[in-house]
Nanobody, 122 residues
Framework: QVQLVESGGGLVQPGGSLRLSCAASGAIFSLSAMGWYRQAPGKQRELVAA???????NYADSVKGRFTISRDNAKNMMYLQMNSLKPEDTAVYYC????????????????WGQGTQVTVSS
């Protein structure tokens, strides 16, 4: 049973930064791809960034150049460094993990963690 715990969210002013963390257990972490997703009120959950087991990354166009996804296989941790935050980045952010990178891109998971709220507002 995979367990995911997201943390690091909060209230930040436009232009500010936050670093989200995702702790994963119960999975073969080093062999798995992972992704960060977000869901804003009234909208569908969307993929923000993904990272393969080998470390290569994909980003949504809306966050390219501002967000950086990374992982620490020794700690079973994944991170999302978010810079130059905008009000439209406000959402609950979730992480997830899969052996298949296509599953991460599709966001097709049966279960999710509790997420962490990010609010960008002045």
């Amino acid at each position: 049973q995979v367990q995911l715990v997201e943390s690091g969210g909060g209230l930040v002013q436009p232009g500010g930064s936050l670093r989200l963390s995702c702790a994963a257990s119960g999975a073969i972490f080093s062999l798995s791809a992972m992704g960060w997703y977000r869901q804003a009120p009234g909208k569908q959950r969307e993929l923000v960034a993904a990272i393969r087991a080998g470390g290569s990354t994909n980003y949504a166009d809306s966050v390219k150049g501002r967000f950086t996804i990374s992982r620490d296989n020794a700690k079973n941790m994944m991170y999302l460094q978010m810079n130059s935050l905008k009000p439209e980045d406000t959402a609950v952010y979730y992480c997830n993990i899969a052996l298949n990178f296509r599953s991460v891109l599709a966001g097709d998971f049966g279960s999710w963690g509790q997420g962490t709220q990010v609010t960008v507002s002045s």
